[in-house]
């Protein structure tokens, strides 16, 4: 699952350089779906992102918003750092800790790590998606989704 999040990673660092060659206006533009703009997706992906792990972590939520990131730049300096954050989490997760339940604020429903993680990594590629029809509607090659010729870091403890 880590490699998953890994890849997921990876694919938002070529959505963020691919972003540089965006004019501000396209960048911000509001559009037809999803979150409505590059801007506003990348930091819900954020946002949603934080706030599972925080529940996870019985933390309260925190969330992310556009005083926290406000430019591509700064977006890509939160990415950063919560991938790190995020890395130092994986490493404390067991087979046990997969299996706790979580009752995130947000909702009266309840969820297990496992479930929360693999929901993580379908948002994101969810979302992606949504970039990529933004891309072609610019005329121009989104970034590819393929996972099969990433080099990935092997995470095959769980």
Known sequence: MQQLFSYNWQVRE???AWCEELSSNDFFLLRNGGQRSFYRTFLHLLDVEKSWVLAIEGKPD???TADDAST???LKDLSARQQKEL???FTDVTKETLTQIV????T???YSV???LQHLIAHEIHHVGQLSVWARELNRQPVSADLIDRKLPDHSRF
């Open 14 to 16: 070529e959505w963020f």
């Open 62 to 64: 925190e969330p992310i």
């Open 72 to 74: 591509l730049a700064e």
């Open 114 to 116: 496992n479930v929360i």
């Open 108 to 110: 009266q429903h309840s």
């Open 87 to 89: 890395n130092r989490f």
């Open 103 to 106: 009752s995130p604020v947000w």
